[in-house]
């Protein structure tokens, strides 16, 4: 077996490893990448993933994502490490890992690096925790939530527009403040904003900015699929969906379908504004029928905007890899931008 980086000929393989590993349960939810796995540069990242061959059967893949953002304080480069994916019946092969983890050397890993893993997959945990020689450290930063909410949930409270150009200098500035007291928020550049073409949403009052953030429609480069479900949920799907209709719930995508979706990116808000009234607000302008946010599991507002907005809950625990370095982290608040990860 053979770890080696991968290119444009891998891409059908790749989507192949990520396709053929769902999350498992009722429903089977994916995380793709279609029409092709290398068409995803978003421009805010670097991406070098890696694959196992076994002879010319790919047999796991793994991709370091480098970005700068925010670490004690400070701007510096982070790499992201994710879309670990390793075909079933190798899972108990430790060697995947280790060899996969000694090819993004090449790559030359930033001092901080991270990932994200469903707190519900104690497996997964278990293993990278218990420190097997040949394996990075891994050291539990906090724990996120990732919510997704039904369009049909949103308020209107008047408080955001749709900012022109010519704001986005003043966005960044007001973003990097808050952000400089976040663990691994990425940065931010008007540069990126004008690109992008993105709507990007601010609320001042009348004399500064607020609150700021960027609506983000990812399909054309990434998705979340549906790839299949039970027994039971095929059953019961035409039931759940038209109680979702009515009830402002998440509907659940036709078999094969990706989640209609745009993240609330790149959020922050000063101390004095209610979140609540900000994310119901923002479903109002949302193009798609869901809308994703990540906040921190600790976030005082965490609990009441899930009361309110009634969404599909994701848990995942964050923790640093020291793959190159074994940096220190003080206390602030980890939150990264879920919609890079």
């Known amino acids: 077996m053979r770890v080696v980086a991968a290119e444009s000929i891998h891409s059908a393989r790749l989507l192949g490893l990520l396709e053929e590993n769902a999350m498992g349960g009722d429903i089977d939810l994916v995380l793709t990448r279609r029409p092709d796995f290398f068409s995803a540069q978003c421009g805010v990242s670097s991406e ?27 701007q510096q480069p982070l790499g992201y490490l994710g879309s670990l994916r390793i075909s079933p019946g190798y899972r108990h092969r430790v060697r995947i890992l280790k060899k996969g983890f000694a090819a ?125 479900y039970s027994r039971r949920m095929r059953v019961l799907r035409p039931f759940w969906n038209g109680y979702a209709a009515v009830a402002g719930r998440v509907a659940l995508p036709q078999p094969g379908q990706p989640l209609e979706q745009s993240f609330l990116a790149w959020f922050a808000c000063n101390d004095t504004v209610s979140v609540v009234d900000l994310v119901e607000d923002a479903l109002t302008l949302c193009p798609t029928k869901v809308m994703t946010l990540g906040l921190p599991a600790g976030h005082p507002d965490a609990a009441k905007l899930i009361s309110r907005t009634c969404p599909v809950v994701y848990r995942t625990c964050l923790y640093c890899v020291n793959l190159s370095a074994s940096p220190s982290w003080d206390p602030r608040m980890v939150w990264p931008e879920v919609a890079l990860l």
């Open 104 to 228: 993004l050397h090449q790559f030359s890993p930033p001092e901080r690096c991270y990932t994200s893993i469903a707190s519900d997959n104690v497996v997964a945990r278990r293993l990278l925790e218990k420190g097997i020689s040949g394996l990075p450290r891994y050291q539990c930063l906090g724990d996120m939530l990732t919510l997704a909410i039904s369009r049909r949930r949103g308020k209107r409270h008047e408080l955001w527009r749709v900012l022109s150009p010519q704001d986005y200098p003043q966005v960044v500035d007001f973003y990097s403040r808050h952000a400089q007291f976040r663990q691994l928020a990425p940065t931010l550049c008007a540069d990126w904003l004008n690109h992008a073409g993105l709507p990007v949403l601010g609320y001042s009052d009348g004399q500064e900015l607020r609150a700021c953030a960027v609506l983000w429609d990812q399909r054309a480069f990434k998705q979340v699929l549906a790839a299949g």
């Open 48 to 74: 070098h993933p890696v694959i196992a061959l076994e002879g010319e059967k790919a047999v796991g893949m793994c991709m370091l994502t480098r970005h700068m953002g925010f670490a004690n304080g400070e």
